[in-house]
Each structure stands twice: as C-alpha cells, then as structure tokens.
C-alpha cells in the first residue's frame, strides 16, 4: 500500500497519551477501540481528534502519534486535544459511566428524575458539538466516529459539513431488546437519532447490528432513511504483537509445573471480576489433592475512579481476594493474587504464559485480550468465556463459552476446560491464532476505509 494522500478526521473520546517521561507525555496502553485506530494509518492520513481528559491536562494540544510512539507509519498520525466546558464533560461523563453505559450493557440502570436526565443529555449535546466543531479541516475527505459518548456527533458534522462523508462505528453492545422504560428508550432514541445521521454504521457483531435495526425500526417510525449497516469486527495489531517484547526483564512469578488462571480486565462491573473469583475459589476446593499448584492471576486495570461506586468496587475486589484465600489456607498457599495498576508488559508475559484466560464479562462490546492472548499464548491456553463478550461471535467455537454470567455458571466452564485433552487444546489454540491473524487489525481498517468508497488500489 504506497503513501495516500486520503486524509480522515477520526474522532473518539480519549486518545492513548497521559503525563510521563521527560518530555512530558507519554503513550498510555488503553483498552478498546482506541489501541487500533492507528491501524487506519496503513491506507489513509489520519487527523485524530479527541477529549481532554482529567489525566491530559497541561499537554500540548497537537503532535504526530508516530515521533511520540517510536513506531513508524505509512501515513501521517496528527493527534489533536480538545478541551470543553469543564462542567458539561462533568455531567456527561457521570452520566455516560452510570446510566447509558449500564443500560448498554443490560445492567440495572439508576431512577433518575427526568431534570437529571434531560440536563445530562444537553451536556452531552454540548460536548458533541464543540468536538466535532474542533475537527473540522477542508483536508479531511470524511470522518470515522466512534464511542456512544460521541452518538450525537454525526449530526453535527452534517449540519456543519454535509457534503463530507462520516461513519460511525460502535464497539459497545446495543441492548438487545428494548427497555420497559419511558426514559431509557428516550436516552437510546437520543443516542440513535445521532449515529442516524452518518453515511455508514458499524458495529462489532450482526447481533448488535440487528438489535440496532429492530429498534430504530419499531421505535423510531419516522426517523430518516436507514444508512448503510454494516458488521466490521475489531481486531489486534498480529504483527506487532509478535515482535519481542521490550522489556524481557519482566517475569511471571510461576514455575513450569504451575497452572496459570489469568483475569485481565478494567474494574468495571461487566466485567464480572467477584464473580470469576468466586467460581475460582470453588474450583480451587478442589486442588488440595493436586501436586501442582494453580493460581488465578487478577490484573485489574482502575477504571472511573473519580467516582465513589467505582472506587468500592475496586476496594470490594481487594477484600474479596484476601476473604476467598482465607478460605483456601489449607492449600498452605496464597491462590489468588491481585495486581493493580496499567502494566501493559507484565500482562503480556501472563497472556504468553496461561492456561486458563477468564474473561467472564456479563456483557462486552470487543475484549480484545482474547484476541491478544489468542495470538501471544505458547502453552495451548483454554480460553474461557461468557457468551456475551463481543468476541465469542468470531471464536467461540474454538474457547469453552459459558452458559451465563453467573458463579455457578463459570464453575461449570472451568470445569470443561480443565477436562480439555492435550490434543484438542493444541488444535482450539491452531485455530484461534489463525482466526486472529486472518482477521487482524488491518483487515478492521481497510473494511472502514471501504466504507469511504476511497481506498486505494495496491
């Protein structure tokens, strides 16, 4: 793919640099969506455009992703800082955390009163249209917006700038049948109503995509013309997943008879971390009479802690570690062990290492450390999993897929995936790796490229 001179406007909520370093900034290993979009790199210039964020206050507004990353591009990666009302970006964020992100999810969501709702709305109106005003560039051939914090910006962007194309891709889940709730239907109309106004929509599974159609369909009547659906599953960067990692000092504390359990996820209640500790435990009952001992490494990145329920959640996962290992000190170890923090490399070391990977989500968009692990593993890992997680639609043939999100459920995974032969591990892990390494990163980006009707030829 030679150099383009295509430019795109891509826009998302945060991009991945934080404080640090000498310079004063630093790259940051986030989850989701934004770890990928550089793919888009591979076919088209890209002009990044994205929220200040509490953690990037005081970092220059624009530099190029490539010198700050060390990483060399086909194109050029512009990455832009925008800053909105403080108190606006307050109330959507908190509104966005404990309300949309939870109905997304099929999640109980809070009793708000109808103020609350209405005024947390016109922030996120507010904060839409200040970031899709600040991306605009007459260089820019069309825009790719994504995260649902962002649902309104398509509109924006075609009153602005109606002529240029926009596709809006949306990694979350939609809920798959519509709530019996006057004002969770008006929130998702208000978030539809939004994403209705870009050229294409994509989304990370048909399932998604259908729930989407279905309810636009039956509760959305007089909407405008539907646009162009489309499913375009997100993926990992396979090749640079491969190159060695840079800092080989790092180690999994494990012997090599050891059984590893491995929970990578962001403390967010979706993620089902107490759940997947407590179906460790039970497991773990019966381990007295094995020679080898396993434990279940938790990597458990913080997430929203400028919000109390947040915090207690991270605080109930702590507490729940140290009550579930009292309860298994007759193994005369410590099982579970709980690392916090965003190290990036150590969970690279314990995704090559498993034998177990756990993501038992009650409901996820992507998870891309499935895709991750799928690549890096060396031992012929189990991936265990819940049938909600974004990633099952493309691989669960090839993990053990639990029947809910439930403890009693991912007990009855765990144990199928121990009872796994040597044979039929060896031959799920072939075809994980293949499945991935078909269907990477830049295949992700070259289906959104397409769907600009510009890509080049080769």
Request: charged share 20%.
């Amino acid at each position: 793919m030679p150099v383009s001179d295509m430019r795109i406007g891509v826009l998302s909520r945060r991009a991945p640099i934080g404080h640090g370093g000498d310079s004063g900034v630093a790259i940051e290993h986030v989850g989701g969506l934004t770890r990928v979009l550089p793919a888009l790199a591979e076919f088209a210039n890209m002009n990044w455009t994205a929220l200040t964020t509490q953690s990037q206050v005081g970092l220059p507004k624009h530099y190029s992703y490539a010198k700050l990353s060390n990483q060399d591009y086909l194109n050029q990666v512009d990455i832009y800082l925008t800053e909105v009302d403080a108190k606006d970006l307050d109330t959507s964020e908190w509104f966005c955390a404990h309300y949309i992100w939870p109905l997304l999810h099929d999640l109980p969501i809070p009793d708000l009163a109808a103020s609350v709702i209405d005024d947390a709305l016109v922030a996120m109106n507010e904060v839409n249209q200040v970031i899709a005003a600040n991306c605009l560039d007459e260089t820019n051939d069309g825009y790719l917006v994504n995260d649902f914090q962002l649902a309104r910006v398509p509109l924006s962007l075609k009153a602005i700038e109606g002529n240029r194309q926009v596709t809006f891709f949306l990694h979350t889940p939609w809920p798959k049948s519509a709530p019996n709730n006057n004002a969770a239907i008006k929130v998702l109309e208000f978030l539809a109503s939004g994403m209705l106004a870009a050229d294409v929509i994509e989304f990370q599974t048909s399932k998604d995509l259908q729930a989407f159609e279905k309810f636009v369909l039956d509760l959305m009547p007089n909407s405008i013309e539907l646009p162009k659906l489309a499913v375009n599953p997100v993926s990992v960067d396979v090749q640079a997943l491969q190159k060695p990692a840079l800092e080989a000092v790092k180690k999994i504390s494990l012997s090599d008879d050891d059984i590893s359990y491995v929970h990578i996820a962001r403390s967010d209640p979706i993620k089902n971390t107490l759940a997947t500790i407590a179906a460790f435990t039970e497991l773990a009952i019966t381990f007295k009479e094995m020679q080898s001992r396993s434990y279940l490494d938790l990597y458990v990145v913080p997430s929203r802690q400028q919000w109390p329920d947040y915090q207690n959640l991270l605080s109930e996962i702590s507490r729940s570690v140290a009550n579930c290992n009292a309860e298994l000190a007759f193994l005369d170890y410590s099982p579970i062990r709980l690392h916090i923090g965003n190290d990036y490399e150590l969970t690279r070391r314990a995704l090559e290492r498993y034998d177990y990977l756990l993501i038992c989500s009650i409901s996820d968009g992507l998870n891309l450390v499935i895709k991750e692990g799928a690549v890096l593993n060396s031992r012929n890992g189990v991936i265990v999993s819940t049938k909600n997680v974004g990633a099952m639609a493309q691989l669960g043939s090839s993990c053990v897929v639990a029947k809910g999100a439930d403890k009693a459920s991912i007990v009855a995974a765990l144990k199928e995936a121990t009872g796994v032969d040597q044979e039929t591990r060896k031959s799920m892990a072939r075809q994980l790796k293949q499945q991935v390494e078909e269907f990477d990163s830049s295949c992700w980006a070259q289906s959104i490229m397409e769907s600009f009707k510009i890509l080049e030829v080769v």
